[in-house]
């Protein structure tokens, strides 16, 4: 995958992320801290500055309340 591709995967996955937090009325601060991060963790996550491992994907699924497969259904 190129660069640019890495991009916009980065960037949807955020928008994920994003969408899903504010629709559960989780501010970024109580996300980060429910997966163990520091607070600007999920804006990183949220503004495609941040590539991150599966393991904290199965993490913030589980703080969202929902599947992993669900953070990358964009």
């Known amino acids: 995958m190129g660069k640019k591709m890495d991009k916009v995967f980065?960037?949807?996955?955020?928008?994920?992320?994003r969408f899903l937090r504010k629709e559960r009325g989780i501010t970024q601060?109580?996300?980060s801290f429910d997966v163990g991060a520091d607070?600007?963790?999920?804006?990183?996550?949220?503004n495609a500055h941040r590539d991150?491992?599966?393991?904290?994907?199965?993490?913030l699924a589980?703080?969202?309340g929902v599947e992993p497969h669900e953070l990358l259904n964009f």
């Open 10 to 17: 980065h960037k949807k996955f955020g928008q994920r992320v």
């Open 29 to 31: 601060e109580q996300l």
């Open 39 to 46: 607070n600007s963790y999920i804006a990183n996550i949220e």
């Open 52 to 59: 991150i491992p599966l393991s904290r994907i199965r993490l």
């Open 62 to 64: 589980k703080a969202l």
